[in-house]
């Protein structure tokens, strides 16, 4: 949950995402562009969120996204290194 606010934070995220990105009691395997799987413990196993109009620098705590397998941010204004 944690890593998921700070990529948050880091980029701009657009208007139309805030609405469960901010909601921090929600489950996160619920918000937009954000997939779990059950059956790791609703672990984060995708992050999708392609022309969202993000910008900013990605944020190095999503290394922390051990269980991430599929990274779609194209179309953003995203720097940064993984």
Same mark, same amino acid.
């Given at each position: 949950?944690? +890593?998921?606010?700070?990529?948050?934070?880091?980029?701009?995220?657009?208007?139309?995402?805030?609405?469960?990105?901010?909601?921090?009691?929600?489950?996160?395997?619920?918000?937009?562009?954000?997939?779990?799987?059950?059956?790791? =413990?609703?672990?984060?196993?995708?992050?999708?969120?392609?022309?969202?109009?993000?910008?900013?620098?990605?944020?190095?705590? +999503?290394? =922390?996204?051990?269980?991430?397998? +599929?990274?779609?941010?194209?179309?953003?204004?995203?720097?940064?290194?993984?």
């Amino acid at each position: 949950h944690y +890593i998921l606010v700070v990529i948050y934070y880091s980029l701009s995220i657009d208007v139309r995402l805030t609405d469960d990105w901010v909601q921090l009691n929600e489950d996160e395997c619920n918000w937009q562009g954000i997939t779990c799987t059950p059956n790791e =413990g609703g672990r984060v196993t995708a992050l999708e969120l392609p022309n969202e109009r993000l910008e900013g620098e990605l944020p190095a705590e +999503i290394g =922390g996204l051990n269980d991430l397998r +599929i990274l779609n941010l194209r179309l953003n204004r995203i720097s940064g290194t993984l």
